[in-house]
């Protein structure tokens, strides 16, 4: 099955700052309205932050930071080119001054300008080797070069297979892309990621670079012709998906991404389970919404209860007996991180739940994890209209007293008493 890798939003930070390289010497009035300034544009009144600015510049004329945060004000306002003429106001005040020149760069990305914008950001980072808005929006250039060529040559492809009277085969289109595109493309690509890994290296809590580069990993291995080559970058991907988590969970687009490659590569329980966490952050995400139904297909479980709860799950993405019902399956294909999750899922969309907290224990107890299981045992037991459950209760019951007898509380304990039961292996 074909990779198709979801692109990356263009994110940068346009950050305002206090530069200390301007020879002028600062009077208290200025920086007071400088820093008014900026406090305005981030709370988003730029009618405030205008005043403010040209207050700053009636103190100086030629303060970097106010020409600056004018032009973002402009900017915002959709005027590119009174943006850009106080943008290039402030380098030429401050050539040290590396957010106006990332400013710039942004103005050219916008454009569609990659190389002026290149060029823009590449002096933002020479100013500032650790200035993460300048990298990323580096990385970020290099990356939408590569793509860009990459689009022309599958148009390419696809004009040249429609003149021929010929429909492409939608596994090896871009196999056929030609030496010298693809030469081209991952050149750029090498370029990105040199940039990525740096910003790994510098701010390794960034979890848009490691999307991107996951994302980077994706299209290399939509154009390797070698087996070995493309699995070994879908793992890659797959790891650094993992990392954009890591270092923020709720990023939905590196959930989306990671959910399409599962797909891609035919693990479908597994890209269930991130089309839902997806649609948990974001409802109306289309990829995710559409492709849900895919992984639902590629199941292949026919039994009535799964239809029940696919279609509950795809009319109503927070419906608890939908994720309970899909907790019940994964568990029983052996899949436990998976089902772990829906069934709290189920908990925090309803906390009377009965049942996922009992099957939650019930996981625990065969795992041998004590404290959890009494954790989950003790809400079962303290969910209200439970009495329907009585086997499950007296299971609990059961477990719960097994805590609480002499022999497993003993610390002398004698021939015959065996410590295992209390070891705890590590939390999924």
């Known amino acids: 099955m074909r990779i198709f890798a979801l692109t990356t939003i263009a994110f940068w930070v346009m950050a305002l700052g206090i530069s200390c390289a301007a020879p002028k010497v600062r009077t208290p009035e200025e920086l007071t309205q400088q820093r008014t300034c900026i406090t305005q544009l981030e709370n988003g009144d730029l009618i405030g932050a205008e005043t ?15 020409l600056n945060g004018l ?20 380098v030429r005040e401050d050539g040290n001054f590396s957010q106006a020149r990332n400013n710039l760069g942004v103005l050219e990305f916008q454009r569609g300008n990659y190389d002026l914008a290149s060029y823009h950001f590449e002096s933002s980072v020479e100013v500032d ?4 808005d300048g990298r990323y929006n580096l990385a970020l250039a290099y990356l939408r070069t590569g793509d860009k060529r990459r689009a022309q040559s599958y148009q390419k492809e696809v004009n040249e297979a429609e003149k021929q009277n010929m429909q492409l085969d939608a596994t090896k289109f871009y196999l056929n892309i030609s030496p010298s595109d693809k030469k081209y ?3 750029f690509y090498q370029k990105a990621e040199d940039e990525y890994r740096k910003i790994f290296q510098l701010h390794p809590e960034y979890a848009p670079a490691y999307r991107d580069l996951g994302v980077i990993m994706t299209y290399r291995a939509e154009m390797s012709e070698q087996e070995n080559k493309r699995n070994q970058r879908v793992q890659e991907a797959e790891v650094l998906f993992n990392q954009c988590l890591v270092a923020q969970n709720d990023e939905k687009d590196c959930i989306a991404n990671l959910a399409h490659l599962y797909l891609a590569n035919a693990r479908f329980e597994e890209a269930l389970f991130y089309f839902s966490a997806c649609l948990t952050l974001d409802p109306k995400h289309p990829v ?13 479980i026919q039994s009535k209860s799964l239809s029940r709860y696919m279609s509950r799950l795809s009319k109503d993405e927070n419906d608890p007996r939908g994720h309970y019902g899909l907790c019940v399956l994964l568990f029983d294909k052996n899949l436990p991180q998976l089902a772990q999750a829906e069934c709290r899922r189920t908990l925090e969309l309803d906390p009377n739940f009965c049942l996922a907290s009992f099957r939650l224990a019930k996981y625990y107890e065969e795992i041998s994890q004590p404290d959890r299981m009494e954790e989950y045992c003790r809400s079962f037991r303290s969910c209200p209209n439970n009495e329907s459950h009585a086997r499950e209760l007296e299971e609990c019951q059961g477990w719960i ?13 004698t021939q015959n008493s065996s410590p295992s039961s209390l070891l705890r292996s590590a939390n999924l």
Request: glycine share 6%.
């Open 129 to 132: 080797p650790n200035y993460l």
């Open 401 to 413: 007293g097994t805590l609480e007898s002499p022999e497993t509380h003993t610390s002398n304990t």
């Open 288 to 300: 995710c919404r559409e492709e849900l139904q895919l992984a639902y297909q590629g199941i292949k």
């Open 185 to 187: 493309i991952e050149r």
């Open 71 to 90: 032009g973002m004000i402009w900017l915002s306002r959709g005027n590119e080119d009174k943006a850009s003429t106080y943008f290039k106001r402030s």
């Open 52 to 66: 403010a600015c040209e207050i700053c510049l009636e103190y100086n004329e030629r303060s970097p930071e106010c």
